[in-house]
């Protein structure tokens, strides 16, 4: 029997007072398989991250989990998760990873990479710092476990937040514009990383500017313009041959900047 997709969201639409940022987006993300958003500042990317999340409450649509479908109360701008015990359970296993790197300051990277798993989960830390350290060593940064955020590169703070994602072992990772905060050197240490995770095969949906990234780990690119999707498909189809004049202008803009 097929499994259902990780995360599903049908017809969602979400708005900002009158301001309407999706119009009724579609996406899907299957077990195992690697969906990038792109598109032009404003065009939803973040905003429909951040409503698979439930981090952003939207107006209508529905967003499943496994097959799950979110519990609401009310309707439109008055609509809420209608099951905090839901959304816990969902949150916990849909990690996510910001533009900025948002490490706690006062802590160690090895304290910062354990602290979900042991206040949200409950686990001991005999149990979770092994797996904090496993981690730390996937992302390459393993002699840093001691140090202080402020003592590291944005490319190993990133790095770290990664390795904090991860120690949660969620069912898929969120990537927002993981590496727009980092100059091109530090870049690369964190497309690397998340080029690693597509090839291990981790359900992911990546937010990204960078048009080569989401081409090497993508197995479906959506390109999102004013709100709604203009065209979806595989990255050699999307970046070889993109079919709306519109995502043309964007590759061309992206590809002379």
């Given at each position: 029997m097929q499994q259902p997709p990780v995360i599903e969201i049908r017809d969602l639409h979400k708005s900002y007072g009158t301001l309407e940022v999706l119009k009724g987006v579609t996406i899907t993300a299957e077990r195992g398989k690697v969906v990038s958003l792109i598109g032009s500042s404003g065009s939803g990317k973040s905003t429909l991250l951040r409503c698979a999340n439930l981090l952003e409450d939207s107006q209508s649509g529905e967003i499943l989990f496994k097959g799950e479908a979110v519990h609401w109360r009310g309707t439109g701008m008055a609509r809420r998760p209608g099951d905090a015990r839901q959304v816990l359970r969902i949150r916990t296993n849909l990690s996510m990873v910001f533009q900025?790197?948002?490490?706690?300051a006062h802590m160690s990277i090895l304290q910062n990479v354990m602290e979900a798993p042991m206040t949200v989960l409950?686990?001991?830390?005999?149990?979770v710092e092994p797996k904090a350290r496993e981690y730390l060593a996937k992302v390459g940064i393993a002699d840093k476990a001691d140090a202080w955020p402020a003592q590291l590169s944005g490319g190993q703070q990133q790095r770290a937040a990664?390795?904090?994602?991860?120690?949660?072992?969620?069912?898929?990772?969120?990537?927002?514009?993981?590496?727009?905060?980092?100059?091109?050197?530090?870049?690369?240490?964190?497309?690397?990383?998340?080029k690693d995770l597509a090839n291990e095969g981790r359900t992911m949906i990546l937010v990204?500017?960078?048009?080569?990234?989401?081409?090497?780990?993508?197995?479906?690119?959506?390109?999102?313009?004013?709100?709604?999707?203009?065209?979806?498909?595989?990255?050699?189809?999307?970046?070889?041959?993109?079919?709306?004049e519109r995502?043309?202008?964007f590759l061309s803009a992206t590809q002379s900047a």
């Amino acid at each position: 029997m097929q499994q259902p997709p990780v995360i599903e969201i049908r017809d969602l639409h979400k708005s900002y007072g009158t301001l309407e940022v999706l119009k009724g987006v579609t996406i899907t993300a299957e077990r195992g398989k690697v969906v990038s958003l792109i598109g032009s500042s404003g065009s939803g990317k973040s905003t429909l991250l951040r409503c698979a999340n439930l981090l952003e409450d939207s107006q209508s649509g529905e967003i499943l989990f496994k097959g799950e479908a979110v519990h609401w109360r009310g309707t439109g701008m008055a609509r809420r998760p209608g099951d905090a015990r839901q959304v816990l359970r969902i949150r916990t296993n849909l990690s996510m990873v910001f533009q900025q790197f948002n490490l706690w300051a006062h802590m160690s990277i090895l304290q910062n990479v354990m602290e979900a798993p042991m206040t949200v989960l409950g686990r001991d830390r005999a149990e979770v710092e092994p797996k904090a350290r496993e981690y730390l060593a996937k992302v390459g940064i393993a002699d840093k476990a001691d140090a202080w955020p402020a003592q590291l590169s944005g490319g190993q703070q990133q790095r770290a937040a990664i390795a904090r994602a991860l120690c949660m072992e969620p069912e898929a990772l969120l990537f927002d514009e993981p590496t727009s905060a980092l100059d091109p050197e530090l870049e690369q240490e964190v497309v690397k990383v998340i080029k690693d995770l597509a090839n291990e095969g981790r359900t992911m949906i990546l937010v990204t500017h960078d048009m080569r990234l989401a081409a090497d780990v993508s197995d479906e690119v959506v390109f999102l313009h004013k709100g709604l999707i203009e065209e979806q498909g595989p990255p050699d189809q999307l970046f070889g041959a993109p079919k709306s004049e519109r995502l043309r202008q964007f590759l061309s803009a992206t590809q002379s900047a």
